[in-house]
């Protein structure tokens, strides 16, 4: 049947996502999570440590000196965990 005159047709229902789909998007999205969010927060984290070693006097510009010294392990653990995490 023709539809009415002054009235558009309705499409057609978007086809649900897959659980493969919304498993590979979520896990794109939970390693994009983790990675920001360690690099956010490694050179926090790491100034953070430099203040609690006892006995060793620091300058500010040696607190702030190489943030990023070793996030390459909190990388490499922290990305599959993320992926996993919001693939499920």
């Not at 005159?5 to 498993?23: I, V």
């Not at 006995?55 to 990388?75: I, K, M, N, Q, W």
Request: glycine share 10%.
């Amino acid at each position: 049947r023709p539809p009415r005159r002054g009235r558009k047709p309705t499409a057609a229902p978007a086809a649900p996502a897959s659980a493969l789909r919304e498993s590979l998007t979520g896990s794109v999205a939970g390693a994009a999570v983790s990675t920001v969010k360690t690099l956010v927060k490694y050179p926090l984290d790491t100034v953070a440590v430099r203040l609690q070693v006892p006995a060793a006097r620091r300058t500010f510009a040696e607190l702030l000196a190489d943030p990023y010294s070793g996030v390459v392990g909190p990388l490499a653990g922290g990305i599959p965990s993320g992926a996993g995490f919001f693939a499920v």
